[in-house]
C-alpha cells in the first residue's frame, strides 16, 4: 500500500450513475492495483432532479441520476464474490438530499441491504451548481450562503443517511471557486449545519474530489472539518469520490495528515450501516 494511509475508499461512482461510464470491474481493479483493502461503491440516486440548462438531453428510457436498486444489487452482489479473495466490496448509495424526500429516502435505504448511505445535497432550489446557473447575476458567496441554508433545511427534513458528503461542494463550481470562500466567512450557516449533523448522530464525509477540482483542499475544507471535530463530532468517512479508475484512492496519500492535522485520530468505514472506526496511521 506504498503511498497509502488508508486502506479503504468509501465513495466511488459506476455505470449506474448518469455521470460515469466506467465498469464496476474496472473501479475494482483500480483499487485492487493502488493497495486497496475496501471500497464502498455508491452509485447516484437523485430523485426529483430536474433538467438543468446546458444539460445533455438523456435517452427517454432513463432518468438521470437514477437506477434500478434490484439491477443494482443483482449486479454487485455477483461481482463482490469474484472479488472477495482481493478487495472487501460494499453496497452503497449516494442520496440526493431535498427537503421534500424524507419518506422516499427512509423508504428507499430502508428496502435494500446497502453498507453505507451517503446525503449529499446536489440541488439548491433545483438548481445543480455543476451548470453554473446559481451563480449568474449575483458573488460567488450568496450562492455558497444558500447552499449551506439549504443543506441545513435537508437537515431537518430527510434522516435516513449516514454521513452527509462533500458539505462544500457548491465551492468546486463558483465562477471564483475558493476566492470568497472560508470557514469564517460562512461560520454561522457551517456552525447550524454541523451542530445538527452532531445532534442526529451523523458523520461527515472528507471528499478528495475538492482537491481533484483544483480547489488546493478536499470539501469541506480542513477548516470545517477542523470546527466538526471542536464541537464533538467523531465520525469521518474519507472518500474519492470517483467517477474514472484512474481517481480511485485519489490524493489518499495526503488523506490522513489532513485528518490529524483536525484532531481526529479514527476514520470510519461502514458495513451494514454502522461504523467501523479505524486508527489514522
Known sequence: MTGYNLPGDTHMHTVFSTDSGASVRSMLDAAVKKGLHAVCI??????????QEGEEPHPEEQIPFQFDPEEYFRTLCSIKEEYEDRLDVRIGIEFGLQP???????????????????????L?????????????????????REAFEETLKCLENVEDFDVLGHLDYVVRYGKHKAEEYSYNAFSDEIDAVLRKLISMGKGLEMNMGGIKYGLGFPNPHPDVLRRYRELGGEI??????????????????????????????????????????????
Open 236 to 281: 469521518v468517512t474519507v472518500g474519492a469520490d470517483a467517477h474514472r479508475p484512474e481517481h480511485v484512492g485519489y490524493a489518499f496519500e495526503q488523506a490522513g495528515e489532513i485528518l490529524k492535522s483536525c484532531g481526529f485520530r479514527y476514520y470510519a468505514e461502514y458495513k451494514g450501516r454502522k461504523p467501523v472506526f479505524l486508527k489514522l496511521q
Open 42 to 51: 455508491t452509485d447516484h440516486m437523485d430523485l426529483d432532479y430536474p433538467p
Open 124 to 144: 439548491i432550489r433545483g438548481y445543480d451548481p455543476y451548470y453554473g446557473k446559481i451563480f449568474e447575476e449575483r458573488p460567488d458567496a450568496d450562492a455558497y
Open 100 to 122: 421534500h424526500l424524507g419518506e422516499k429516502c427512509r423508504e428507499m435505504v430502508n428496502a435494500y441491504p446497502f453498507d453505507f448511505v451517503i446525503g449529499s445535497v446536489h
